[in-house]
């Protein structure tokens, strides 16, 4: 009875082993990417308005090349530099915010930021489209208009309270 408990085992565990060699079909997918240069950013000079007077606004040319007449900006003014590098002649989104300058924390100004874009010679705003060059780089100049002051002071996006610098950011 044993042997014939152990044949019959033998024959059900062949039999149900054969149950799953049928013939096989496959099918293969390729797969593909293209790999983008990492992103980089630095700010390479930041924006000084100089000496200005209170009461009337004031605007600073965002680049060497913009074009924009400055009004009520001081004698050694600056514009702010952004260097970015990424995939050669690829294309980026821009967004940038504008800042608040304060006073010790009060008195905030806001400074609307406009970028300007020397190698396509034209003014972005925040949500532009910029390319790179053909080595992967690019460099955006920073200006824009600063409210009236009504006080005298020392003002800064580092002055406390609600004071902001402007933030710059780039995506594929």
């Known amino acids: 009875m044993k042997s014939l408990k152990l044949t019959l085992s033998v024959f059900m565990l062949v039999a149900f082993a054969s149950v799953n060699t049928f013939a096989?079909?496959?099918?293969?997918?390729?797969?593909?990417?293209?790999?983008q240069a990492a992103l980089t950013i630095s700010a390479d000079q930041n924006i000084d308005l100089g000496t200005i007077q209170t009461g009337t606004s004031s605007t600073l040319a965002a680049g060497p090349d913009d074009g924009t007449t400055e009004v009520n900006v001081?004698?050694?003014?600056?514009?702010?530099?952004?260097?970015?590098?990424?995939?050669?002649?690829?294309?980026?989104?821009?967004?940038?915010?504008?800042?608040?300058?304060?006073?010790?924390?009060?008195?905030?100004?806001?400074?609307?930021?406009?970028?300007?874009?020397?190698?396509?010679?034209?003014?972005?705003?925040?949500?532009?489209?910029?390319?790179?060059?053909?080595?992967?780089?690019?460099?955006?100049?920073?200006?824009?208009?600063?409210?009236?002051?009504?006080?005298?002071?020392t003002y800064s996006t580092s002055g406390g309270g609600t004071a902001s610098p402007i933030t710059v950011t780039i995506q594929y």
């Not at 096989?24 to 790999?35: C, P």
């Not at 905030?108 to 034209?122: H, I």
């Not at 532009?128 to 824009?144: K, M, R, V």
Request: charged fraction near 10%.
């Open 24 to 35: 096989q079909e496959e099918a293969t997918v390729t797969a593909t990417a293209e790999i």
């Open 74 to 153: 001081g004698t050694s003014t600056s514009y702010g530099i952004v260097r970015m590098t990424g995939t050669a002649s690829g294309t980026v989104t821009l967004s940038f915010s504008d800042a608040i300058l304060t006073q010790s924390g009060s008195d905030p100004l806001d400074f609307v930021t406009v970028g300007y874009d020397s190698a396509s010679q034209a003014s972005h705003t925040s949500g532009s489209t910029l390319n790179f060059d053909a080595s992967g780089n690019l460099t955006l100049y920073l200006g824009g208009t600063l409210d009236a002051a009504a006080g005298s002071g």
